[in-house]
């Protein structure tokens, strides 16, 4: 099994759990009854040109299945308002909780705390977490092509836009892409992380970059060690990069983070 597979597994016990605390019924009352989502698809695209640097997607991530604890994170609302002061576009916040240790907890906090756009990211193979999501606040939920068929990916697809969200549909291969754009995917990011053997390849940006279609938002995921390599995404036409660990690990967030945002802006001139 992948882990990628056994990631799944425990993910879907633990929904098992929390569908029976709150039935599919309350949840969906719940997900009607929250604030409107905010326009993350915006929040993204305003930045090709933009002379703040690239976008970026700040993530509260408290531990990864490759390196264990990453950062002791006392208030994700407080890492969410520096990160919000660096000037990020969008929070993303890992919601799965036996290998990355976040919760929907961590999703409440850090929606109470800011007024950007907000990512729930989770492992999203059963259409009570859509309804779950934006019952919690999120605007925008991740897809992972590499856990869904075409025809569930389309159906996802669609449950989010009808919940008034927007997708990041991550691929990590040309071949995922094409599944991605086919199911109609807006935005689109590439994970250089490989989810099966959790290798990491910076320069994998570059090479899957040229199968992004013109008309999709583009978003480099991982791997961001510092300003250079979120340069290097800028310079291969990425319009956002969504960083975790080296920010979590930072004493100082948003400053990190607006070195993250201008960098690509030293580049251009
Ligand atoms: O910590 P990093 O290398 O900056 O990576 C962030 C983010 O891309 C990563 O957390 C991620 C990308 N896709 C995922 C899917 C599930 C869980 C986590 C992820």
Do not use: C, W
């Not at 279609?213 to 300003?227: L, N």
């Amino acid at each position: 099994m992948s882990v990628l597979d056994s990631i799944i597994a425990g993910v879907r016990e633990d929904l098992e759990e929390r569908r029976s605390a709150v039935p599919f019924e309350e949840i969906v009352a719940r997900a009607a009854a929250a604030a409107p989502a905010l326009d993350a698809h915006a929040a993204l695209t305003a930045g090709r040109s933009d002379p703040q640097g690239v976008r970026i997607i700040a993530e509260v991530k408290r531990s990864s299945p490759s390196k264990g604890e990453l950062a002791e994170i006392p208030d994700p609302a407080i890492l969410a308002r520096a990160y919000q002061t660096g000037g990020a576009a969008v929070i993303s916040v890992l919601t799965e909780g036996r290998r990355f240790k976040g919760s929907l907890a961590d999703l409440d906090a850090v929606r109470a705390a800011v007024q950007l756009p907000v990512l729930r990211k989770d492992f999203m193979v059963d259409e009570y977490q859509f309804h779950e999501a934006r019952a919690h606040g999120a605007d925008l939920v991740l897809l992972i092509v590499a856990a869904l068929d075409d025809e569930t990916l389309a159906r996802f697809l669609a449950l989010t836009h009808e919940l008034g969200m927007e997708a990041l549909v991550e691929a990590h291969t040309e071949e995922e892409i094409s599944r991605a754009v086919a199911a109609g995917a807006k935005i689109v990011g590439v994970n250089v992380r490989n989810l099966k053997t959790l290798e990491v390849d910076v320069a994998h940006y570059a090479t899957m970059a040229r199968h992004l279609p013109a008309d999709v938002v583009r978003i480099a995921e991982s791997g961001v060690t510092g300003p250079a390599v979120v340069a290097d995404y800028a310079l291969e036409g990425a319009d956002a990069v969504l960083v975790g660990e080296a920010l979590v690990r930072d004493g100082e967030p948003a400053e990190a983070l607006r070195r993250f945002r201008t960098a690509s802006l030293v580049h251009e001139h």
